[in-house]
């Protein structure tokens, strides 16, 4: 779960981590409320702001959780699937709640030997050895942003000062999401440039990590190019027949299939399937196929690019070690600036099994 929520907990089997990482967040928010009333008690002031009486945490204690709980419905609005995070949206209700010390997440994987029992006694003994399984893992960083306001500010002269720090608020969720999400694709890398190594585990991202089934979509792989309106429907149609099948039949994934393409391509398969104007679109044509039961437009995708995943197979989840929440910084100083930090730790797991088939798809030219 990447906010806070009772209710949202319960529907996901996630509650009790939740409310545990809400707890450290309130560890947080408690030991740094001081700076939280000094903002509140500036902001609040009418007239010349230099003069603000000053307010104690302690006097203060309803006023900042009204404050934090606005905050908090914030992250929840900003959740809320409608947004331009389309492969977000989507991964949203898969994500599971680990604890914030869980900085990696381990998870098996198996193989079948092919074999089982049949019998009318049922006492030939049982296939103990029909499973085996290896394990694999994902780092759980924590990906934050700020805001801040500087301790002569002139927005404290303003009766806007709030509405200045909610706004601030809300752009730094944004742009958490937009980290994340540029993790998801990217994957992490360090201030050298080269993909980060943590506990002997790295993400590429879904365009780069081994994880992922990388298809070439030009001259030299399926040479098929979704974008181009030079390419005939019957093409299209085939070419992603084909596509489709390097999940089901090379790697027998056969769960629907959800697949996120370009701005490009989403234009391309617009059009009508053939000079009929009354036939239908190529982009209807394709979802008859088997197995495919969505094609949508992603931000992170350019040109000839697409991603699959079968949302219902259990294979790829984000794993949060703590719902994106704000809070205070302490304010050591009579001049220390009022800043805020907005923060979580989201990590995704992309599964192959133990023969290395994959279940992710991304294709490319």
Request: glycine share 8%.
């Amino acid at each position: 779960m990447f906010v806070f929520s009772k209710s949202i907990g319960e529907k996901t089997g996630n509650l009790d981590v939740n409310q545990a990482q809400f707890r450290v967040l309130e560890a947080n928010r408690t030991a740094n409320a001081q700076a939280a009333a000094d903002f509140l008690a500036r902001a609040n002031w009418r007239g010349d702001a230099e003069s603000a009486p000053g307010l104690d945490a302690v006097n203060a204690v309803d006023d900042i959780r009204r404050l934090y709980r606005a905050y908090d419905t914030t992250v929840l609005q900003q959740f809320e699937p409608n947004t331009e995070f389309t492969l977000l949206n989507d991964l949203m209700p898969l994500s599971r709640s680990v604890r914030l010390e869980q900085s990696r997440y381990d998870y098996a994987r198996t193989g079948g030997r092919g074999w089982a029992h049949t019998s009318m006694s049922g006492q030939v003994g049982a296939a103990l050895d029909a499973k085996s399984y290896t394990f694999d893992g994902t780092m759980v960083p924590i990906h934050d942003s700020g805001f801040k306001f500087e301790w002569r500010d002139p927005i404290f002269n303003s009766p806007s000062a709030l509405q200045s720090q909610a706004d601030s608020q809300r752009g730094s969720v944004e742009d958490v999401q937009r980290r994340y999400v540029d993790y998801i694709y990217n994957g992490f890398r360090d201030k050298a440039g080269n993909f980060a190594v943590f506990d002997g585990l790295t993400w590429k991202g879904l365009k780069d990590d081994e994880r992922v089934m990388q298809i070439d979509l030009g001259a030299t792989g399926l040479n098929i190019d979704f974008s181009s309106a030079a390419v005939s429907s019957a093409d299209l149609r085939n070419g992603a027949i084909a596509l489709r099948d390097q999940m089901r039949r090379i790697n027998n994934q056969y769960a629907d299939q959800t697949w996120y393409v370009s701005g490009e391509i989403i234009s391309n398969l617009e059009r009508f399937f053939s000079d009929n104007y009354q036939s239908g679109t190529v982009l209807a044509e394709l979802l008859k196929l088997t197995g495919v039961a969505a094609i949508k437009e992603d931000s992170q995708l350019t040109g000839n690019e697409i991603v699959i995943i079968p949302l219902g197979a259990g294979v790829v989840a984000p794993i949060v070690g703590q719902a994106i929440g704000t809070v205070a910084e302490p304010r050591p100083h009579y001049n220390s600036d009022y800043i805020w930090r907005t923060w979580g730790a989201m990590g995704l797991m992309v599964k192959q099994d133990i023969n290395s088939k994959y279940s992710v798809i991304h294709a490319s030219s």
